[in-house]
């Protein structure tokens, strides 16, 4: 990792202390517990601002946070195996990249990635809305929880690793032939029955098929495709949460002992 890096990191995490106590805002505390640097991302639904600058660099085993206003509604996402250094407007991420630019700045990360879904809410006293999605992919497994740490406020990560066993018509490769992402049904074959569209745009037209169910096997407290079922979509009120890239398979280890 590179001085200026260092820095940023540990500036953005004093930051985030400081301005924890006040103001009307929620504070996302994101976590790489994977074993390789991470480069999370944000980007903002319509009419809403941008939070983090739309992305930074986080190295194994570090944890940032970025503060959104209470009303925001947006996508968070991990990319991966970025280069920005040798980047000329090229793609500079394996995955989840956004026009080779490290701060997003509003852009969306280009598919497939595992993408976390919130929409907070003006009103404290009410719940926030939060999912993890799969509908357009996988790239890396995610938790998130608030904290205070409650069960029902957490979405644990997967059973299993989607890339050991992504079927080979929906595998991205990198340039050493190494699988970096699985994409969805709906991604790779850009079907109506896959993309729950047109004559399939209802629950009752589009089911479960046999890539979301594989997805669904690893991956159980995540939307596999566009008319999964809840329990997947969370709403806990909460100044607070947690977002885990990597977290442990032990699910109870890490609920109740997260690492900050």
Request: proline share 8%.
């Amino acid at each position: 990792m590179k001085f200026p890096e260092v820095i940023a990191t540990l500036s953005l995490f004093l930051t985030c202390h400081f301005m924890f106590s006040g103001g009307h805002q929620v504070t996302f505390y994101v976590h790489n517990k994977c074993s390789f640097p991470i480069w999370p991302a944000t980007a903002p639904n319509t009419g809403h601002s941008v939070i983090a600058d739309g992305g930074f660099y986080l190295p194994p085993g570090l944890t940032q946070c970025i503060d959104a206003p209470w009303t925001w509604n947006g996508r968070i996402w991990a990319r991966t195996g970025c280069n920005f250094e040798s980047n000329s407007w090229n793609s500079a991420c394996e995955t989840g990249d956004c026009d080779g630019r490290l701060a997003c700045n509003g852009l969306i990360g280009t598919p497939p990635v595992t993408l976390i879904e919130v929409a907070l809410q003006a009103d404290k006293t009410k719940p926030n809305f939060y999912d993890i999605s799969l509908v357009d992919g996988y790239n890396l497994p995610v938790s998130v929880t608030t904290k205070p740490i409650l069960a029902k406020c957490s979405i644990p990560g997967c059973h299993k690793d989607l890339k050991s066993f992504c079927p080979r018509e929906l595998q991205v490769v990198n340039k050493n032939g190494e699988i970096v992402a699985c994409k969805s049904a709906c991604l790779a074959f850009d079907t109506d029955s896959f993309c729950c569209r047109n004559e399939y745009g209802s629950p009752e037209k589009c089911k479960p098929n046999l890539y979301s169910k594989i997805f669904k096997e690893a991956c159980p407290s995540y939307y596999s495709y566009a008319f999964d079922m809840p329990p997947t979509l969370v709403n806990c009120a909460s100044k607070v949460y947690v977002i885990t890239f990597c977290p442990s398979t032990k699910v109870v280890d890490d609920l109740q002992h997260p690492s900050l």
